[in-house]
């Protein structure tokens, strides 16, 4: 049976004054964010921007989550309106929207459904959990461009996107590598992630040796409403404090070297075996002419079976992994660039 257009402007109507009733005349306000992704080690933050208002009913359910490392309240909300937010639909993909209701902050990961009779749409989410709410920078100054995150290896891996064989006929990547569970949205191959999981680190180096060196004291550029000011990289903008003769204040910065060995699993889309291939011999040729790493396995390049029903077909997957040793301070110098930026006075003493 169909509904005539007279049919569904009446359920319409019906429903959408039922709507306004249970609803109070609510109105919810959303935050867009903007993703920043931190080139030292590719950590994404997500930076605040204007927000829009969108009437409809707000449901929110609770739960306790007790986890390990954490216990927290769980909200599972569902957001019913009689207008399409476009803006979540159409918004670029390194764009979200976040709202708050409360002490809660939620955001929207599924539209649940279309109902044509009622003209209303339903979405749903769950609110931001608190050990995530650090990448949201709603404070001025909180993300300092200038440090890592990471404590293993991938510095050294995003650096082979910048690398330039220094021989003639030498090879090139040729692809970009991103962290593995941080790759962008709906990215089209060809591309490489670089998976180093939360047990594939270990020391060979029973203890640390912690030295001083004399790096420049830098701050970060905000504007009139102490808000971050952003450089054509999406990093909020920083300078070198000077003194009065025009020249920048070292302070001493500790720095750790131990001797560390990573599992490393690199997947690449979108190559065939040749440019596969030409992929590795970069790869080793990077390791032979960098000083501050070393391999400890014999990897190879294989297939993988990545498939999607729909297509009856595999992707061009391909899996390399590796064994290698680092010096964790050389790690953080490649991310940090202080080979370039820091004196390289060094002061020795108690850690």
Known sequence: MSISEAQQSQIAGLLGAGLQTLDLQQEVTFQKYSRIVLPLDGYVFWSPGPTITVPGALHHMMEMIQNEDETFGLASVFFTTQEPVTEFSDIPINTIYVARQGEFRYAF??????????????????????????????TPGVLDPSRAVVSNSLPIWLSLNNYASPFIGGFSPGIT?????????????????????????????????????????????????????????????????????????????????????????????????????????????FMRTQ????????????????????????????????????????ATDVGLQLIKSASITILYGDP
């Open 291 to 330: 000083p501050g790493m070393g391999l400890m396995n014999m990897p190879a390049v294989r297939d993988g079976k990545r498939k999607q029903v729909e297509l009856q077909a595999l992707a061009m997957q391909k899996i390399i992994e590796l064994e290698v040793s680092y010096n964790q301070a050389y």
């Open 177 to 285: 590598l991103y962290p593995s569970e941080a790759v962008p949205a709906n990215l089209p191959p060809p591309y490489g992630s670089v998976h180093i999981g939360d047990s594939d680190t270990r020391a060979l180096q029973a203890f640390p040796l912690v030295k001083m060196i004399q790096v420049p004291l830098t701050t970060t550029i905000l504007d009139d409403d102490d808000n971050l000011i952003f450089g054509s990289n999406d990093l909020p903008l920083e300078v070198d404090v000077l003194d009065e003769f025009g020249n920048p204040i070292l302070v001493p910065k500790r720095v750790s070297h131990q001797l560390m060995a990573d599992r490393v699993r690199i997947i690449l889309y979108g190559l065939q075996n040749d440019e596969a291939l030409s992929f590795y011999n970069s790869l080793l040729e």
């Open 109 to 138: 990961s599924r539209h649940a459904g279309y109902f044509q009779a009622a003209q209303t749409w339903h979405y749903q989410g769950h609110s931001i959990h608190p050990a995530m709410a650090s990448q949201l920078l709603d």
